[in-house]
């Protein structure tokens, strides 16, 4: 996957009708339900899940203009769900994943001393969450504020769109993207109404490459 450098602000960046966004397809990455035998160690129960992740495809794309990168994503679901109506209701979300170690994996989320990022986005929520997970059980929430993460999200003909933004260089213990360079990337999408949470979800799988363009 390509990050397409272009000249545009950075709030245009974040529009997702905006003229910049035209010409970039982007790609649709395959989605599986999460392979939650892996979490038995941290929940016996989420081990019992069987009909998560009904989500089997993420449309992709990503621009940078030199000093943020825009990652805009998209899915259909019939029924959003972007509040708690119910006890067994959940709301849709979407995160992203990223290495902050070489050999980190995303189908474990990491594993000690080998951490990564999450951009995470939840329906309802005006603000994303940037999070630190270093395997299962450790995922610690980040407020957007900390990193300059943001989003925009809307829903519309059956799809949510969802377009994060941050600063090309992270703050702390988060990801950098250098321009010329490669980092990797995963992806996760929850359907609310399916009662996808935590781990009950659609997974991308392991890392995929993540070229930065000049
Ligand atoms: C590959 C892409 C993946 C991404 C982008 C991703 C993203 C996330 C995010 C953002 C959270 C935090 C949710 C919150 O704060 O409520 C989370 C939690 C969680 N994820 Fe993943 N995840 C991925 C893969 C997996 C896989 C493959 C599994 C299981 C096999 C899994 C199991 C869990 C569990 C159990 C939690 C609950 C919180 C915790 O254990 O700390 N994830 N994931």
Not at 27 to 53: C, I, K, Q, Y
Not at 72 to 95: C, K, M, N, T, Y
């Amino acid at each position: 996957m390509k990050v397409v450098k272009v000249s545009a602000a950075n709030n245009t960046l974040s529009d997702p009708g905006a003229a910049v966004w035209n010409g970039i397809p982007g790609e649709a990455v395959p989605l599986a339900p999460a392979p939650v035998a892996l979490t038995r160690d941290v929940s016996a129960f989420l081990t019992l899940s069987a009909d998560h992740g009904r989500v089997r495809s993420v449309q992709v794309a990503a621009l940078h203009n030199g000093e943020a990168i825009a990652l805009r994503l998209s899915w259909a679901v019939a029924e959003p769900s972007d509040a708690i109506r119910d006890l067994d209701q959940f709301v849709d979300g979407a995160a992203a994943l990223f290495p902050l170690a070489r050999d980190a994996n995303a189908m474990t989320m990491g594993a000690a001393g080998k951490p990564t990022n999450a951009w995470y986005w939840k329906a309802g929520k005006q603000d994303p969450y940037d999070v630190i997970a270093e395997g299962f059980g450790t995922t610690d929430r980040r407020t957007a504020e900390a990193t300059g993460l943001s989003v925009s999200a809307g829903y519309a003909g059956g799809r949510w769109q969802v377009i994060f933004r941050r600063p090309l260089s992270g703050a702390g213990n988060s990801i950098t993207f250098v321009p010329g360079k490669s980092t990797a990337i995963a992806f996760a999408v929850w359907e609310g109404r399916n009662r996808d949470r935590s781990g009950r979800k659609s997974v991308s799988g392991e890392f995929m490459p993540l070229h930065v363009g000049t």
